[in-house]
């Protein structure tokens, strides 16, 4: 849920609340996501 564009359409349709708990629970996926843009794109392809 790293996308800003996502991130920001998707606070706008849940509240405070909610966003805190989607993030907690999408944390623990956190360590999956490539730290360099490179790995990233190499793994859309």
Partial sequence: MTHPHFQKVLAS???EAQMARIQAALAP???AMPTQPEAAAAMTH
């Fill in 13 to 15: 349709l849940v509240s």
């Fill in 29 to 31: 996926l956190t360590y």
